[in-house]
Protein backbone atom coordinates (compact mmCIF):
# COMPACT_ATOMS: atom_id res chain seq x y z
CA UNK A 1 0.00 0.00 0.00
CA UNK A 2 3.26 2.48 0.45
CA UNK A 3 3.39 2.10 -3.24
CA UNK A 4 0.21 3.58 -4.02
CA UNK A 5 0.38 6.35 -1.44
CA UNK A 6 4.00 7.29 -3.55
CA UNK A 7 2.03 7.11 -6.34
CA UNK A 8 -0.76 9.39 -5.20
CA UNK A 9 1.61 12.30 -3.95
CA UNK A 10 3.95 12.20 -6.67
CA UNK A 11 0.93 12.83 -9.19
CA UNK A 12 -0.13 15.87 -6.73
CA UNK A 13 3.57 17.25 -6.93
CA UNK A 14 4.01 16.89 -10.89
CA UNK A 15 1.31 20.30 -11.63
CA UNK A 16 2.92 21.98 -8.27
CA UNK A 17 6.92 21.78 -9.61
CA UNK A 18 5.37 22.59 -13.28
CA UNK A 19 3.17 25.45 -11.88
CA UNK A 20 6.10 26.52 -9.85
CA UNK A 21 8.93 26.55 -13.05
CA UNK A 22 9.83 30.56 -13.40
CA UNK A 23 8.76 31.97 -16.07
CA UNK A 24 11.25 32.90 -18.80
CA UNK A 25 11.82 36.78 -18.49
CA UNK A 26 10.98 38.77 -20.96
CA UNK A 27 14.20 39.93 -23.34
CA UNK A 28 15.25 43.36 -21.97
CA UNK A 29 13.73 46.19 -24.36
CA UNK A 30 16.61 48.03 -25.43
CA UNK A 31 16.24 51.62 -23.68
CA UNK A 32 15.62 54.47 -26.59
CA UNK A 33 18.73 55.85 -27.89
CA UNK A 34 19.32 59.18 -28.00
CA UNK A 35 20.17 60.78 -31.61
CA UNK A 36 22.54 63.45 -31.62
CA UNK A 37 20.83 66.33 -32.60
CA UNK A 38 21.73 67.70 -36.14
CA UNK A 39 24.12 70.89 -36.33
CA UNK A 40 22.22 73.78 -36.58
CA UNK A 41 23.83 76.36 -38.75
CA UNK A 42 24.32 79.59 -37.38
CA UNK A 43 21.98 82.75 -38.19
CA UNK A 44 23.84 84.91 -40.47
CA UNK A 45 24.04 88.33 -38.76
CA UNK A 46 21.24 90.72 -41.50
CA UNK A 47 23.11 92.58 -43.60
CA UNK A 48 24.46 95.51 -43.27
CA UNK A 49 22.40 98.06 -44.85
CA UNK A 50 23.87 100.30 -47.81
CA UNK A 51 24.74 103.68 -46.69
CA UNK A 52 26.04 105.74 -49.60
CA UNK A 53 29.11 107.94 -49.27
CA UNK A 54 29.44 110.80 -47.77
CA UNK A 55 30.28 113.58 -49.72
CA UNK A 56 32.80 115.79 -48.40
CA UNK A 57 35.47 118.45 -49.44
CA UNK A 58 38.93 118.93 -48.26
CA UNK A 59 40.31 122.79 -48.57
CA UNK A 60 44.32 122.71 -48.35
CA UNK A 61 45.57 126.57 -47.59
CA UNK A 62 48.78 126.79 -48.89
CA UNK A 63 52.05 127.86 -46.70
CA UNK A 64 51.80 128.60 -43.52
CA UNK A 65 54.01 129.68 -40.73
CA UNK A 66 57.53 130.08 -41.43
CA UNK A 67 56.75 129.17 -44.94
CA UNK A 68 55.29 132.71 -46.29
CA UNK A 69 54.27 131.73 -49.84
CA UNK A 70 54.67 134.63 -52.38
CA UNK A 71 54.54 137.75 -51.40
CA UNK A 72 51.72 139.63 -52.72
CA UNK A 73 51.67 143.12 -52.15
CA UNK A 74 53.78 145.17 -49.74
CA UNK A 75 51.56 143.91 -46.64
CA UNK A 76 50.12 140.77 -47.98
CA UNK A 77 51.64 137.19 -47.61
CA UNK A 78 50.27 134.65 -49.72
CA UNK A 79 50.12 132.22 -46.56
CA UNK A 80 47.27 134.66 -45.23
CA UNK A 81 45.79 135.24 -48.20
CA UNK A 82 45.14 131.63 -48.43
CA UNK A 83 43.70 131.05 -45.34
CA UNK A 84 41.36 134.21 -45.75
CA UNK A 85 40.20 132.43 -48.82
CA UNK A 86 39.74 129.01 -47.10
CA UNK A 87 38.12 129.85 -43.95
CA UNK A 88 35.37 131.75 -46.37
CA UNK A 89 35.16 129.10 -48.83
CA UNK A 90 34.49 126.43 -46.22
CA UNK A 91 31.31 128.53 -44.89
CA UNK A 92 29.65 128.92 -48.54
CA UNK A 93 30.13 125.02 -48.50
CA UNK A 94 28.40 124.55 -44.82
CA UNK A 95 25.99 127.39 -45.91
CA UNK A 96 24.88 124.79 -49.43
CA UNK A 97 24.87 121.61 -46.65
CA UNK A 98 28.84 120.72 -47.58
CA UNK A 99 30.70 119.00 -45.14
CA UNK A 100 33.91 120.52 -45.13
CA UNK A 101 37.64 120.00 -44.35
CA UNK A 102 40.61 122.45 -43.39
CA UNK A 103 43.78 121.19 -43.16
CA UNK A 104 44.89 124.22 -41.28
CA UNK A 105 42.89 127.04 -39.33
CA UNK A 106 45.77 128.96 -38.35
CA UNK A 107 49.24 130.12 -39.11
CA UNK A 108 50.88 127.04 -38.95
CA UNK A 109 53.89 125.06 -40.39
CA UNK A 110 52.13 122.26 -42.26
CA UNK A 111 54.69 119.87 -43.98
CA UNK A 112 53.35 118.00 -47.68
CA UNK A 113 53.40 115.27 -46.09
CA UNK A 114 51.35 115.71 -43.30
CA UNK A 115 48.96 117.60 -45.60
CA UNK A 116 48.19 115.08 -47.55
CA UNK A 117 48.05 112.68 -44.48
CA UNK A 118 44.98 114.52 -43.61
CA UNK A 119 43.93 114.41 -47.20
CA UNK A 120 44.27 110.41 -47.27
CA UNK A 121 42.69 109.64 -43.87
CA UNK A 122 39.26 110.82 -45.39
CA UNK A 123 37.48 109.32 -48.60
CA UNK A 124 37.40 113.16 -50.10
CA UNK A 125 34.69 113.58 -53.06
CA UNK A 126 37.03 116.81 -53.29
CA UNK A 127 40.37 118.03 -52.44
CA UNK A 128 41.57 121.90 -53.20
CA UNK A 129 44.54 123.42 -52.83
CA UNK A 130 44.15 127.53 -52.01
CA UNK A 131 47.40 129.24 -53.76
CA UNK A 132 47.78 132.89 -54.84
CA UNK A 133 50.07 134.47 -57.28
CA UNK A 134 50.77 138.37 -57.79
CA UNK A 135 51.44 137.75 -61.74
CA UNK A 136 48.92 136.18 -64.29
CA UNK A 137 45.26 137.23 -64.25
CA UNK A 138 42.20 135.48 -62.78
CA UNK A 139 41.92 132.07 -61.74
CA UNK A 140 45.13 129.40 -62.30
CA UNK A 141 43.87 126.03 -62.08
CA UNK A 142 45.68 123.10 -61.81
CA UNK A 143 45.89 119.38 -61.96
CA UNK A 144 48.61 117.00 -61.26
CA UNK A 145 50.90 116.27 -64.22
CA UNK A 146 51.28 112.36 -63.85
CA UNK A 147 50.00 109.84 -65.76
CA UNK A 148 47.12 108.11 -65.17
CA UNK A 149 47.45 104.58 -62.87
CA UNK A 150 45.04 102.26 -62.15
CA UNK A 151 43.86 101.92 -58.22
CA UNK A 152 45.50 99.47 -56.28
CA UNK A 153 45.63 98.62 -52.78
CA UNK A 154 49.03 99.74 -51.99
CA UNK A 155 49.97 103.29 -53.91
CA UNK A 156 52.98 104.75 -53.62
CA UNK A 157 52.35 107.62 -51.43
CA UNK A 158 54.57 110.29 -53.52
CA UNK A 159 52.18 109.44 -56.66
CA UNK A 160 48.91 108.40 -55.46
CA UNK A 161 47.29 111.56 -57.30
CA UNK A 162 47.59 109.16 -60.78
CA UNK A 163 44.64 107.12 -59.80
CA UNK A 164 42.79 109.75 -59.30
CA UNK A 165 43.73 111.73 -62.52
CA UNK A 166 40.76 111.78 -64.85
CA UNK A 167 38.56 112.47 -61.84
CA UNK A 168 40.64 115.38 -61.08
CA UNK A 169 40.23 116.67 -64.24
CA UNK A 170 36.63 116.37 -64.77
CA UNK A 171 36.17 118.40 -61.35
CA UNK A 172 38.50 120.96 -63.00
CA UNK A 173 36.33 121.49 -65.74
CA UNK A 174 33.22 122.01 -63.61
CA UNK A 175 35.37 124.58 -61.94
CA UNK A 176 36.38 125.94 -65.40
CA UNK A 177 32.46 126.50 -66.24
CA UNK A 178 31.69 128.26 -62.95
CA UNK A 179 34.30 130.46 -63.48
CA UNK A 180 34.03 131.22 -67.40
CA UNK A 181 30.12 132.21 -66.17
CA UNK A 182 31.43 134.46 -62.78
CA UNK A 183 33.64 135.84 -66.22
CA UNK A 184 36.70 135.07 -64.50
CA UNK A 185 39.58 134.18 -66.82
CA UNK A 186 41.08 130.96 -66.46
CA UNK A 187 44.72 129.28 -66.95
CA UNK A 188 44.40 125.60 -67.24
CA UNK A 189 47.81 123.84 -66.59
CA UNK A 190 48.77 120.27 -65.29
CA UNK A 191 52.26 120.33 -62.78
CA UNK A 192 53.97 118.23 -60.80
CA UNK A 193 53.22 119.71 -57.29
CA UNK A 194 53.37 118.24 -53.71
CA UNK A 195 51.32 117.61 -51.60
CA UNK A 196 48.81 117.36 -54.84
CA UNK A 197 50.48 114.40 -56.22
CA UNK A 198 50.22 112.54 -53.02
CA UNK A 199 46.34 113.47 -52.28
CA UNK A 200 43.66 110.28 -52.84
CA UNK A 201 41.31 112.47 -53.98
CA UNK A 202 39.43 114.05 -57.05
CA UNK A 203 42.39 117.42 -56.44
CA UNK A 204 42.44 120.70 -58.25
CA UNK A 205 45.19 123.52 -57.41
CA UNK A 206 43.42 126.31 -57.51
CA UNK A 207 45.92 129.43 -57.64
CA UNK A 208 44.51 132.89 -57.43
CA UNK A 209 45.71 136.21 -59.21
CA UNK A 210 44.78 139.78 -59.64
CA UNK A 211 42.61 140.27 -62.37
CA UNK A 212 43.88 142.74 -65.75
CA UNK A 213 41.35 144.51 -67.64
CA UNK A 214 39.79 143.13 -70.83
CA UNK A 215 37.27 143.68 -73.36
CA UNK A 216 34.66 141.76 -70.37
CA UNK A 217 36.32 142.49 -66.98
CA UNK A 218 38.11 145.33 -65.29
CA UNK A 219 41.61 145.51 -63.84
CA UNK A 220 40.75 144.51 -60.24
CA UNK A 221 43.97 144.00 -57.64
CA UNK A 222 44.01 140.40 -55.76
CA UNK A 223 43.34 142.33 -52.34
CA UNK A 224 39.60 143.18 -53.55
CA UNK A 225 37.36 141.20 -51.75
CA UNK A 226 34.31 141.83 -53.90
CA UNK A 227 36.68 140.20 -56.30
CA UNK A 228 37.59 137.38 -54.28
CA UNK A 229 34.24 136.80 -53.20
CA UNK A 230 33.29 136.75 -57.07
CA UNK A 231 36.00 133.89 -57.18
CA UNK A 232 35.02 132.34 -53.81
CA UNK A 233 31.05 131.76 -55.07
CA UNK A 234 32.10 130.26 -58.41
CA UNK A 235 34.25 127.37 -56.58
CA UNK A 236 30.95 127.01 -54.50
CA UNK A 237 29.04 126.82 -57.40
CA UNK A 238 31.34 124.13 -59.08
CA UNK A 239 31.34 122.18 -56.17
CA UNK A 240 27.56 122.18 -55.63
CA UNK A 241 27.77 120.90 -59.57
CA UNK A 242 30.81 118.51 -58.40
CA UNK A 243 28.45 116.91 -55.94
CA UNK A 244 25.95 115.69 -58.49
CA UNK A 245 28.08 114.55 -60.96
CA UNK A 246 30.06 112.54 -58.03
CA UNK A 247 27.10 110.73 -57.43
CA UNK A 248 26.65 109.63 -60.37
CA UNK A 249 29.99 107.91 -60.55
CA UNK A 250 30.34 104.70 -60.48
Known sequence: MRWIKYLA?????????????????????????????????????????????????????????????ARLTSDLLEKDLTLNLSNRLRSLLAARG??????????????AEERAEIANQTPFAACILVHATA???????????LARAPLVKFMPWQTAQAAYVTQSMK?????????AHAAIPVTLGRTALQPLDSFACP???????PLQGGSTTKAEPIT??????TVLNALAAALEEWRNDWRQQP
Open 9 to 69: ALCLAVPMLMTAQAVPAAPAVPKAQTMPASPVPPVPPPAAPRVAPRFQVLIDAAHGGTDTG
Open 98 to 111: IAVTTTRNSDENLS
Open 135 to 145: TGSGVHLYTSS
Open 171 to 179: LSSDIDSAL
Open 203 to 209: AVAVELA
Open 224 to 229: DEEYQQ
